[in-house]
Nanobody, 126 residues
Framework: QVQLMESGGGSVQAGKSLRLSCSTSGYTPSSVCMAWFRQAPGKEREGIAA?????????KYADSVKERFTISHDRRAGATYLNMNRPEPEDTAMYYCALDTSGGVCSLGRGVYNYWGQGTQVTVSS
């Protein structure tokens, strides 16, 4: 059974870095897409970062986090990370990691992701 579990969320002041982790169990393919999504109260869930876990480890970012957040993957550890640099109050949301096992091009669209974690809350204060 595939399971994803996020950790590392919490409260942080604007400008202070935070790192989220997503551990994956029950699935060890050669290459899949891992992504981070977030959902703020009253808003839709949006994809913010995605990474291909094999090959060139290509990445994709939403404009809202580009140049501030970095996604990475450690295949040996079976973990995917989101380094949040210079977070802003607008980054406050529930953060979810997701897995797309289709083998296609990594996307920020939620429809292709077939496994999800339970989420971890991030609150950024000014």
């Amino acid at each position: 059974q595939v399971q994803l579990m996020e950790s590392g969320g919490g409260s942080v002041q604007a400008g202070k870095s935070l790192r989220l982790s997503c551990s994956t169990s029950g699935y060890t393919p050669s290459s899949v897409c891992m992504a981070w999504f977030r959902q703020a109260p009253g808003k839709e869930r949006e994809g913010i970062a995605a990474i291909e876990t094999g090959g060139r480890r290509s990445t994709k970012y939403a404009d809202s986090v580009k140049e501030r957040f970095t996604i990475s993957h450690d295949r040996r550890a079976g973990a995917t990370y989101l380094n949040m640099n210079r977070p802003e109050p607008e980054d406050t949301a529930m953060y979810y990691c997701a897995l797309d096992t289709s083998g296609g091009v990594c996307s920020l669209g939620r429809g292709v992701y077939n496994y999800w974690g339970q989420g971890t809350q991030v609150t950024v204060s000014s």
